[in-house]
């Protein structure tokens, strides 16, 4: 367990301003609250100092997790973002997307999201943006990265694919399937 080296940490805020923009900063930054960024076995976890304190007195081959997992980094030295995220990439979702139900079942089986499964969208969200998806009843249930913008919503075919599915909260359910 230790901070993030400038590199990583560039690599991390990358991926956050990708979903939550500006807003980003404010997660490190935060005169309310101590909240750090921490790499332990290859995972970024987003915690706050005075669990850290006691987090210190374990031994780090028994720690298993602390905080919230934001996410890993990969072999290759990408960020990948998890689902654990989704909480905090949906309190500060710079652009979100509102499916209809019949394309909720689909996106949380792990697909793509068509126009045709979306109800609402935010305003001037532009093609390859980091968006939170969200159900009908404004529940997080992933989120993923646009393929045209908002604009060109109107004049895509109904079946081509909007947004490309990154992370779902399906995802747990197939990985254990999987095992």
Not at 33 to 50: A, G, K, S
Not at 74 to 91: C, E, Q, S, V
Request: net charge positive.
């Amino acid at each position: 367990m230790r901070p993030l080296t400038d590199e990583e940490t560039k690599l991390v805020l990358e991926k956050l301003v990708k979903y939550i923009g500006k807003k980003a900063t404010y997660m490190v930054s935060n005169e309310e609250t101590n909240y750090v960024f921490r790499l332990h076995r290859q995972r970024v976890y987003y915690c706050d100092e005075d669990l850290l304190k006691f987090v210190g007195t374990f031994e780090k081959k028994k720690l298993i997790s602390f905080g919230t997992c934001l996410g890993k980094f990969t072999k290759t030295g990408k960020f990948r973002l998890n689902i654990t995220a989704l909480d905090y990439l949906a309190k500060y979702a710079q652009y979100k997307i509102w499916i209809k139900p019949n394309g909720e079942q689909m996106y949380l089986y792990g697909h793509h999201i068509v126009k045709s499964h979306i109800d609402r969208i935010t305003e001037d969200t532009p093609a390859n943006a980091g968006v939170v998806i969200f159900n009908i009843k404004d529940v997080p249930i992933g989120f993923g990265t646009t393929a045209k913008s908002a604009v060109d919503l109107k004049d895509c075919n109904p079946n081509m694919i909007f947004v490309y599915n990154q992370s779902d909260v399906g995802e747990y359910l197939r990985i254990e399937d999987a095992n």
